[in-house]
């Protein structure tokens, strides 16, 4: 395939099949308000990068190891109520950071660009990349779509959708691993800083033109891709970074949805 | 009330001796109860007094921590809970809410709501909704289900006095049309107990439990709501021949809709009812003709709400 040859063009099909990804799932993490959950999720992913260095292991899959115990230690924690989940969040996000790049300035061996790791490199995708973006984001669509009435029963009230026979707390369960497999997968293409941007952004911008939770999924994936392929294409006119550049596209994005247009919102006139 | 071979059916759901303890505290201890098909059962109590927790252990939603709740296999529960808020990030219009835990024909959809008195809200967020349209709604939800076992917490919270009124009758007249079992959790006692097959009465424990004419009659009842609390809650056991639309019109027994009723029409009684507040407890009487109870102004006793109308 020449066109795969094309950096740009690797970097456009790996950053639209994230978008796709992030839209539906970044719509529950704003739902259940976790953008502080998935902040502290993606930053955990510098110790599994450390982790990774250390002991041999593949990259992607110690990212992900490492995030998924983040978010399972901290329902444990949740449960124990001695802190509040801010506070808890907060010294979980930094300290594993921290701890990260401690662990890697002790590892004088290896030469890490961390700027790649913290920001993202997608102009340096290869195929292979896009095939484990493609495959992981079809997975987890799918999971999402088979979870997606215990979930989105769950987000609204846990107790409901119990009592009336459904699973929330197991849906629960596997969306923290589905957050923590797209933060392994999305590492290196918007950075461990910028991946809940890509989450929460498009979902937010979608918000306003959505009547029900599924239009508002879908639409999330649109202004998703539009974002990357926005950014993208500024990034190289500008000759600017392009995951801040995507990011940035997302935001513009968002604050267009929020102007006031001719028509009123969607929904009923308020009461 | 109940048919007597309706008793001798195995219950949806018993609790025996079931307590629930949390952060170092009794939530509620040895709690007794048990819902049959077509069964109406209410628990009333204090804040605090155990009763979403009992209904939580009744419906699974909570394990007991001691005792047991036995559950019949396979049930399908409709569930109003007593705090429901949307995050204002969700766009869920009410149509969309009504399928939220499992699909359901567009007929049954609009059954529901038009029972509920909201079928012209079906487009609208639920976010938008006042705190008595989204009451509807919720309850709409649940009756849309068919389920076995209708569980309502406080489910006429801030809906308006004759909404009130109509919706305990929806709620009767859905257990007697499909014969559902149905916990209601109450402190809005005016209205309730009649239709009440059981009364539980709660404060961490039960207290008492009977029909509703004999908790409202007991010493423990009369001590957990004050002294007055016997006198001035009457049961309200009408025999409606007619039906309160949600609209706040009445549809006669012959069919003829009305919006309102006024003094001296030959239906009020007066000359009966003058004189101090007295108890209604087991009254019952006939009409056949209109009560606007939203145009009554709602007064503090019970007797006098019981009446509902006519007397200002």
């Known amino acids: 395939m020449v066109m ?17 990804t992030t839209g539906p799932l970044g719509c529950f993490v704003i739902w259940r308000r976790m953008a502080y959950f998935g902040d502290t999720m993606a930053h955990s992913a510098l110790l599994g990068v450390a982790l990774s260095l250390l002991l041999s292991l593949n990259l992607m899959v110690s990212v992900f190891v490492v995030a998924a115990t983040i978010s399972l230690l901290l329902l444990v924690l949740q449960r124990r109520q001695a802190l509040s989940s801010d506070a808890l969040l907060g010294i979980l996000s930094h300290s594993t950071l921290a701890i990260g790049l401690v662990m890697v300035a002790f590892m004088s061996w290896v030469r890490l660009d961390l700027i790649a790791f913290l920001f993202g490199d997608i102009l340096a ?49 596997v969306f923290m691993l589905l957050m923590a497999l797209v933060i392994a997968i999305a590492m290196k293409i918007v950075g461990i800083m910028l991946i809940t941007a890509l989450l929460i952004i498009p979902a937010a911008a979608a918000r306003r033109f959505s009547a029900t939770p599924e239009v508002m999924a879908v639409l999330a994936s649109v202004i998703g891709v539009a974002a990357v392929v926005g950014g993208l294409f500024g990034s190289l006119t500008y000759d600017t970074p392009s995951g801040p550049s995507i990011v940035v596209a997302a935001l513009v994005l968002f604050l267009a949805s929020l102007l006031p247009y001719g028509r009123r919102r969607v929904e009923q006139p308020n009461p | 009330m109940l048919p007597p071979e309706n008793l001798n059916e195995r219950p949806l759901v018993s609790l025996s001796d079931a307590g629930v303890f949390r952060n170092g505290r009794w939530l509620v201890r040895g709690v007794d109860f048990s819902v049959r098909r077509g069964e109406i059962v209410t628990l009333i109590g204090p804040n605090g007094s155990g009763k979403s927790t009992s209904a939580k252990m009744a ?36 149509r969309r809410l009504m399928t939220l835990t499992g699909s359901l024909s567009d007929n049954d959809i609009v059954a529901a709501l038009e029972s509920v008195g909201i079928a012209h809200l079906a487009g609208a967020e639920v976010q938008h909704l006042s705190g008595g349209e989204f009451q509807r709604a919720l309850l709409a939800r649940a009756i849309a289900r068919k389920p ?64 509703p004419a004999a908790v409202s009659q007991s010493p423990e009842y009369m001590r957990l709501f004050g002294a007055t609390a016997g006198q001035t809650l009457a049961v309200y056991s009408h025999d ?37 507040p007295h108890s209604h407890h087991g009254h019952t009487h006939e009409h056949d003709h209109v009560h606007d109870h939203g145009r009554a102004a709602p007064t503090p006793t019970g007797a006098d709400r019981n009446k509902g109308h006519g007397h200002a």
């Not at chain 1, 896009?130 to 779509?145: E, H, K, M, Q, R």
């Not at chain 2, 909570?62 to 396979?74: A, F, I, T, W, Y």
């Not at chain 2, 009723?261 to 009684?269: I, L, M, Q, S």
């Open chain 2, 240 to 276: 409606h021949d007619h039906t309160h639309l949600p609209d706040g019109r009445v549809r006669h027994a012959d069919g003829s809709v009305t919006d309102h009723c006024f003094p001296g029409d030959g239906h009020h009684h007066e000359a009966e009812h003058e004189g101090e």
């Open chain 1, 4 to 20: 795969l040859d094309d950096f740009f063009v690797r970097a456009l099909l790996a950053g639209i099949g994230l978008a796709l």
């Open chain 2, 59 to 94: 419906i699974g939603v909570l394990s007991p921590d001691e005792g047991k709740v036995e559950r019949q296999p396979g049930f399908r529960v409709g569930y109003v809970p007593q705090k429901l808020s949307v995050d204002w990030t969700m766009p869920l219009t009410v």
């Open chain 2, 148 to 211: 076995d076992l209708l569980v309502l917490d406080e489910p006429v919270q801030g809906v308006d006095f004759a909404g009130e009124i109509a919706l305990y009758n929806l709620i009767t007249s859905i257990r007697n049309r499909t014969g559902c079992g149905i916990l209601l959790i109450s402190h809005d006692l005016h209205v309730v107990m009649a239709e009440t097959d059981t009364v539980i009465c709660l404060n961490g424990h039960v207290c008492c439990r009977g029909t």
């Open chain 1, 125 to 173: 995708v290869t195929v292979t990349d896009i095939a484990i973006v493609w495959g992981g984001g079809i997975f987890v669509l799918a999971a999402l779509a088979y979870l997606w009435r215990p979930l989105l029963a769950g987000t609204v009230n846990a107790e409901l959708a119990e009592a009336e026979g459904l699973k929330p707390e197991r849906a629960r369960l």
